[in-house]
């Protein structure tokens, strides 16, 4: 049961949410920020997952976040583009995906054939701190859903199913802020790329240089600036500023 104190908290947000001034990304982390304290979540993930045809496993672009160091996030993104980890969020995805459905689903409600532990996925998410998790993904059109992450760190005990409520309440009443503030260029792009070069798109996109990208990546500098060099002909850029112009002002998918 939710008590009347939070849903007067998760209305509150709401209203506030929406009054706030500034565009959808302000608003965005306002929100998200705001349900963290709601529930007691240490960190987020806001992005769009987006596939190409039905049953293809979604890429995930435009990504906002909160609570994750470089280091973290990077590792974060490795959990995002491996291979395994398309099995494990089959249920999540066919549900928002082929059924059209608001879906909201735990570690534990993800991983009923204990896939997760026997996947090179868990050790990323050790890596990145992560102990707890649920996702929420929202059907924004065909092809693409607005997917929220919500993270606890290693240790911390799981999401309650009250939480997880309260979570899904608020995302559900937001449908005007899951379909606004999606690049086209990266929405229509971004699945063309490789996984590793989605993992360098995206950490580009959050201010990284080639040398932090490296380090954070464990590979040659040398490569990272391949992946580079190939994203900048993929988008039809010169340069980071350029790209990142690129996708600075989202497009409505409404």
Not at 108 to 115: G, I, S, T, V
Not at 144 to 162: D, L, N, V
Not at 165 to 179: D, F, Y
Not at 205 to 234: C, F
Request: glycine content about 8%.
């Amino acid at each position: 049961m939710i008590s009347d104190t939070e849903a007067s908290a998760i209305v509150r947000l709401l209203g506030n949410t929406a009054a706030l001034e500034g565009g959808h990304s302000e608003k965005k982390r306002f929100l998200m920020n705001g349900l963290c304290e709601l529930i007691g979540a240490d960190a987020w993930v806001w992005s769009l997952g987006t596939w190409q045809e039905e049953g293809a496993p979604p890429v995930y672009v435009g990504i906002m976040h909160q609570g994750f160091d470089e280091e973290r996030y990077a590792k974060l993104l490795k959990v995002f583009e491996h291979p395994h980890n398309k099995a494990i969020v089959a249920p999540w995805v066919d549900e928002v995906a082929v059924e059209g459905k608001h879906a909201t689903y735990s570690l534990e409600q993800l991983d009923k054939q204990h896939l997760f532990s026997d996947s090179e996925v868990a050790q990323l998410m050790s890596e990145a701190d992560i102990g707890e998790l649920f996702v929420s993904g929202f059907p924004v059109d065909a092809h693409s859903m607005s997917a929220i992450g919500m993270y606890r760190s290693t240790g911390k005990p799981a999401f309650s199913e009250r939480e997880m409520k309260i979570a899904h309440l608020l995302i559900q009443e937001i449908p005007w802020l899951h379909s606004a503030g999606w690049p086209n260029e990266i929405t229509a792009k971004g699945p063309q790329l490789y996984p590793q070069q989605r993992v360098v798109l995206n950490l580009m996109l959050d201010g990284l240089g080639r040398k932090q990208i490296s380090h954070e990546m464990e590979l040659a500098e040398n490569t990272v600036a391949g992946y580079i060099k190939d994203i900048y002909r993929h988008f039809g850029v010169s340069s980071h500023a350029q790209l990142m112009s690129k996708f600075l002002v989202g497009n409505s998918l409404a």
